[in-house]
């Protein structure tokens, strides 16, 4: 007797994980974390002068936050 609640397994809807929202989010995470250091190291060793090695690590720091929180948004509509 075959139970009717049981989904035959090829029917089934496969489950892929998303590989490249997770690869995408990891890289995002360490462009943050680079800027972050970079722009911390940099105003530390000049005293709290602003640098242009300063400002480009805030400025990918910032574009990385700005990044996760699009891809947030993104996986949440699909």
Not at 58 to 70: D, K, N
């Amino acid at each position: 007797m075959s139970d009717l609640y049981r989904i035959d397994p090829a029917i089934r809807p496969s489950h892929r994980p998303r590989t490249r929202r997770r690869l995408l989010r990891a890289l995002l995470w360490v462009l943050v974390v680079v800027g972050v250091t970079v722009n911390l190291v940099s105003n530390i060793a000049m005293a709290g002068d602003v640098t242009l090695v300063g400002l480009a690590g805030g400025v990918a720091g910032v574009a990385g936050i700005a990044g996760l929180i699009a891809l947030a948004v993104a996986g949440r509509r699909s």
